[in-house]
C-alpha cells in the first residue's frame, strides 16, 4: 500500500468522521493547552491557566478535527463547579483545581475540554510509522490502538474504527429515539 495515498485516506476519513458529527449536531470537545505559572512585569504572579487550542470530536482513543487533523488526547474534563467533600485524594483535588482552572479561563460551564492534547503527524510517513500512539502507520494502512497497552497484533484499519464510533454515537446506540 503507498504510505501517502494512506496517509491522505485518513486525513479525510477523520475528516468526514468529524463532519458527520458535526452535521448530527454533536457539540464539539474543546481543545486547551496548559499555560504555567508566570510573573506578569516580573512582580505579579499569575496562576496557571488555559488556552484554546481549538476543537474537535472524540472518537474513543482519537481526536479528530474536521480539517482531518488527529490528536492523541491529553486530560479530558469538564468544566464545572463541583462541590465536593472535604476529605479528598489528592488526584481528586487536582481534577476538581483543574475544572475550576477551566471555568477561569473562559470555558463555559458543562464544556468538555481535552488538556495538552498531543497532535498526530499525519503528515509525516517517517513520524507516522515510529509512532507508538493510538494511530500507526504500517504497510497495511493506517491502523488504530484503540487500548494504549495494545499489541501491535491488536491494531484495527482506520476505517472500520471509524465506522464503529460514528454507530456508537447514533442517536440508538445511545438509547435515544431518532428525530
Known amino acids: 500500500m503507498d504510505a501517502q495515498r494512506a496517509l491522505t485516506d485518513a486525513r479525510e476519513a477523520l475528516a468526514a468522521a ?23 512585569l516580573g512582580i505579579i504572579p499569575r496562576p496557571a491557566t488555559m488556552r484554546r487550542a481549538g476543537e474537535g470530536f472524540l472518537l474513543g482513543a482519537i481526536l479528530a478535527t474536521v480539517d482531518g487533523g488527529a490528536f492523541d488526547p491529553g486530560t479530558i474534563l469538564r468544566a464545572t463547579r463541583q462541590v465536593l467533600p472535604g476529605h479528598q485524594a489528592a488526584s481528586a483535588q487536582e481534577r476538581r483545581a483543574l475544572r475550576q482552572t ?21 503528515d509525516d510517513e517517517s513520524a ?29 484499519p482506520l476505517g472500520d474504527y471509524l465506522h464503529e464510533r460514528l454507530d456508537l454515537s447514533s442517536p440508538r446506540a445511545a438509547g435515544e429515539r431518532p428525530r
Open 102 to 122: 477551566a471555568l477561569d479561563a473562559g470555558f463555559r460551564e458543562g464544556t468538555t475540554v481535552v488538556l495538552d492534547s498531543r497532535p498526530l503527524p499525519l
Open 128 to 156: 507516522m510509522r515510529a509512532e507508538a500512539g493510538p494511530l500507526v502507520l504500517t504497510d497495511d494502512g493506517v491502523l488504530v490502538r484503540w487500548i494504549p497497552t495494545a499489541p501491535d497484533s491488536a491494531l484495527r
Open 18 to 40: 468529524a463532519a458527520e458529527l458535526a452535521a448530527r449536531g454533536i457539540p464539539p470537545e474543546q481543545l486547551a493547552t496548559t499555560v504555567p505559572p508566570r510573573r506578569a
